[in-house]
């Protein structure tokens, strides 16, 4: 049973660029999470996706957007980064059906250093 | 005022030792509580759900004070693999997102 994958596992990229990171939900969930975490804090909530439509946004600014797929996927996309938006970036996938759907699992994580 | 506060510690404990640490949050309609485990640069995972009566799992014990509006965690006959970064989580009502505290860090000495 595959859990949450992500892609990619490392990233560098310059101040002003653009980003696109990936996810890949746990087997039999549909809704994916995004979350923020700078060093020595908690992950922060960036926006909810289900049935493909952004369902809950955290207080972070349109430079973040995301896209979920048919297949239940989930892209976050980053414009005009910043230094501050240097982080490890999480993923977390669940379902509505069954399981309650706070019980998010994690995927790994793509560490996003902007420089 | 940040939704969910913790100790960061570091909590230095001896193998064997017992050591508690709490979190406390502020939205009053937080309805599920959760204790995260996070090793350094990796994901975190859930290591316990919170029970308004109080809940163990082996070495874990979890407590919730809705009155105090307090989480709390204890952890017995600690093991050098409890060395860690704790997350205590909160979840709200209709609320999609869990909200992190910044973690208590553990570190459990030989």
């Known amino acids: 049973d595959a859990g949450v994958t992500q892609s990619p596992t490392h990233l560098i990229k310059t101040r002003g660029q653009q980003v696109t990171l990936r996810c890949s939900p746990k087997?039999?969930?549909?809704?994916v999470s995004w979350y923020q975490q700078a060093l020595g804090q908690g992950p922060q909530f960036i926006f909810q996706?289900?049935?493909?439509?952004?369902?809950q946004r955290g207080n972070f600014p349109d430079r973040f957007s995301g896209h979920q797929f048919p297949n239940y996927s989930s892209e976050l996309n980053v414009n005009a980064l910043l230094l501050g938006d240097s982080a490890l970036y999480l993923c977390a996938s669940s379902t509505k059906r069954g399981t309650p759907s706070y019980e998010q699992y994690f995927g790994p994580g793509t560490r996003l250093t902007v420089t | 005022r940040k939704e969910v506060e913790q100790d960061p510690g570091p909590f230095n404990v001896p193998e064997g030792a017992t050591v508690a640490f709490n979190c406390t949050y502020s939205?009053?309609?937080?309805?599920?509580f959760f204790w995260y485990r996070q090793d350094c640069r990796k994901e975190p995972k859930l290591l316990m759900s919170v029970y308004s009566s109080g809940n163990e799992d082996g070495r874990f014990t979890a407590q919730l004070n809705r009155a105090s509006q307090y989480i709390s965690l204890l952890i017995r006959d600690s093991k050098l693999s409890d060395s860690a970064t704790y997350l205590c989580v909160v979840n709200s009502f209709n609320d999609y997102k869990l909200s992190f505290g910044a973690g208590t860090t553990v570190t459990v000495r030989a």
């Open positions: 087997s039999g969930h549909d809704t």
């Open positions: 996706y289900y049935e493909e439509e952004e369902r």
């Open positions: 939205n009053s309609a937080s309805q599920s």
